[in-house]
Nanobody, 128 residues
Framework: QVQLVESGGGLVQTGDSLRLSCAASGRTFSNYAMGWFRQVSGKEREFVAA????????DYADSLEGRFTISRDNAKNTVYLQMNSLKPEDTAVYYCAAVVESPAYYGTHYSTQAYDYWGQGTQVTVSS
């Protein structure tokens, strides 16, 4: 019962930065945990980052090497993904996802199956 819209993608060069935004509407009064995933054509959607409703817990894919930061502003119903030192291998469609937070979320947040709602995605292209 929540709608998600990603924005902020674009074409950048290696080493550049981007900040993606995910705006939520609908049943935004629920306690949604949020995640960012990315997908390249022909490959499975892979975990990037996750954040709990409170923002006190976050997690990242090991492959990011500390370059990305997830954050949220519940007053604005928005979650962000700050991407620094971008590399060509970061090129993908980035998707925002949401699920009503529950104990089951902890330990499963890295899986696409943990989320009930998804945005349409925003393209990030990093030229080499």
């Amino acid at each position: 019962q929540v709608q998600l819209v990603e924005s902020g993608g674009g074409l950048v060069q290696t080493g550049d930065s981007l900040r993606l935004s995910c705006a939520a509407s609908g049943r935004t009064f629920s306690n949604y945990a949020m995640g960012w995933f990315r997908q390249v054509s022909g490959k499975e959607r892979e975990f990037v980052a996750a954040i709990t409703w409170s923002g006190r817990q976050t997690d990242y894919a090991d492959s990011l090497e500390g370059r990305f930061t997830i954050s949220r502003d519940n007053a604005k119903n928005t979650v962000y993904l700050q991407m620094n030192s971008l590399k060509p291998e970061d090129t993908a469609v980035y998707y925002c996802a949401a699920v009503v937070e529950s104990p089951a979320y902890y330990g499963t947040h890295y899986s696409t199956q943990a989320y009930d709602y998804w945005g349409q995605g925003t393209q990030v292209t990093v030229s080499s």
